[in-house]
């Protein structure tokens, strides 16, 4: 069982529910544990924003993160389109680079990015947020290769060709059905 990483009390829930968001409904919905647990909800929540004469309604993900020691909540918003014109802290995203993500959601490959803090350089893998558009990334070291993927037991290399961020072909697979496949 996973520890939680913040604690429910800790969360502003009446900030949530003037966004449209309970902790009943998170908690229906599944989505309150993996928050608690640090990461981002699973599927879009519906959030609405009423600002006097104004409503706005839109659907995102969200998450929880610590901010001068209190749990703020995080809005990933869907965005139309990935934002690859631009830097993503600090790497300039090549032709390659953007067929990449675009195509198959993943970058292919490891880069350094720059903590804007600290101008620490963190190699990482980058991928798009599938439901929300956004730009992720994942710090190397938190890449967890596992040793069999569907029955098929995985060499050294191509456990860091996955950690790199790179696409691996591997045959003699078995589906959840018994079919066996390659991908």
Sequence with gaps: QEELKYNPDAIDWETLQNLGVSRESLEKRNLLE????????????????NL?????????????????????????????????DYPFFGHEFSEEDK????????????????NTKTGEKIPSIISIDKLTNEIIALRSEHIKVPD???GVKLS?????????GKPLFVEGMT??????FNA
């Design 148 to 150: 069999e993927i569907k």
């Design 34 to 49: 993996p928050l608690l647990k640090g990461y981002k909800t699973n599927e879009l929540v519906p959030i609405s924003f």
């Design 156 to 164: 050294q290399e191509q456990k860091q060709t996955l950690k790199e």
């Design 99 to 114: 067929k990449n993500l675009l195509t198959t959601g993943n970058m292919g490959r490891t880069v350094e990015l720059t």
């Design 52 to 84: 006097g004469s104004t409503v706005t309604r839109f659907d995102a993900r969200l998450s929880l993160r610590e901010v001068d020691g209190k749990v703020a909540v995080a809005i990933h918003g869907m965005r139309k389109e990935p934002q690859l």
């Design 175 to 180: 589906s959840k059905k018994g079919e066996p």
